[in-house]
């Protein structure tokens, strides 16, 4: 399978010159999936590419007397939170649903890593019954302390949701995550694919069943952390979106439709989905000529107005050097960035399958080109065409952040240093001893400007979820725009 796409790989790279291919891009996907090393908890195989990193997490669950061992470290602290892992998880198997054939021997890659989440979504899903679990370690402890992950001693307290406590948002989003990942694994492992999609359903029902946000139900635990901002319809619909993807029950579409309009956003990060879903469903509108959802492409459009520069409707802020900034929530405005430049690219591929195009209230027409031209824009910049001629992906280029918000980046391997012992190593001004390679951090203001300082984590603090929508851009790049 990995040879047959290395094949497609290798000819549409050369037959398809409407975009410049360029080695850069394929070094950077091949980085992008490898940050994905750096952020795992649990038991590490002998293929693990970070030797300073190591085992851990080992006992997470066991407070509940369950098995929660595996999945991600989130960001740059050792907190697995469920909701931003589940959107990084949905996130990693659509770059690879779209653009697995333009990953070449990376794909392998992607499915370890998305592999990595699901083991673990998995046991959050099915260890008790009628109980989601949704998070593993205390983030206010933590966020005390600057200590590895191998070194850890604060509580690794369980979070959970369950009926009289429900979590529609994150029930809703790990059934997403579960879903698209059935579909990543349809041919790989047809065992593993019916398993995810059997456990994505359940959880489904459990989302759709008991509604309520996770953020009334664990208040201090995830907020302000990772609240749900956003509410929980957005992810019901997004939810049943990928779950329609992956099984075509018309369930799902009658059950999206009840939910009625969403909200017309100009986001879309692990949040607040509805731009997600809009562009999702309008696949069906344009690529397989369904009627029934052509209201979610017009809404798709209408984000993407939003979204292009000197529409009628935009409502997106750019820096003078070109990197769309969110002034509205400026911490880790890369997020923002990815997420976004993944639906443009996206929805350009749907667009181009179908010669379709359409206008944003003016006299312009947004041709598929408009999209991948601006998609190309924010790559590029966050790899170094930018004012600061910077790369804000550590391990690429010759300029790249060097004092990253990430606990196992920044302290040495060894000795062990305890909770307050570590905060030499936050504090200091010296280059992280580590380098987590791959990782793409929140990125500079809204002038270009980035200072590399640890302390600044709205700059400097990677996430998963930063990097996983990036991957797809990426890998269509690294193509030569073919898809």
Sequence with gaps: ??????????????????????????EALSKSLLFFHGQRSGPLPTDQQFSWRASSGLSDGSSANVDLVGGYYTEGDNVKHNFPMAFTTTMLSWSTLEYGEQMGTELQNALVNIRWATDYLLKCATATPEKLYVGVGDPNADHKCWERPEDMDTPRTVYSVSPSNPGSDVAAETAAALAAASMVFKEVDSAYSLLLLATAKNVMQFAIKYRGSYSDSLSSSVCPFYCSYSGYKDELMWGAAWLLKATDDSYYKNFIQSLG????????????KYAGAYVLLSQRALVNNDNTFEQYKLEAESFICKILPNTPSSSTSYTPGGLMYNYKLPQSNLQHVTAITFLLTTYAKYMKATQHTFNCGNSVTIVPDTLISLSKQEVDYILGENPAKMSYMVGYGTSFPMRIHHRGSSIPSQPHFSCADGLQFLNTSNPNPNILTGAIVGGPNEKDAYADNREDFIQSEPTTYINAPFVGPLAYFASGGSA
């Design 261 to 272: 309009g969403g909200d017309q956003p100009d986001i879309f990060n692990w949040d607040n």
């Design 1 to 26: 399978m990995t040879s047959l796409f290395f094949l497609v790989f290798l000819f549409s790279s050369l037959l398809t010159p409407n975009v410049d291919a360029s080695p850069i891009y394929i």
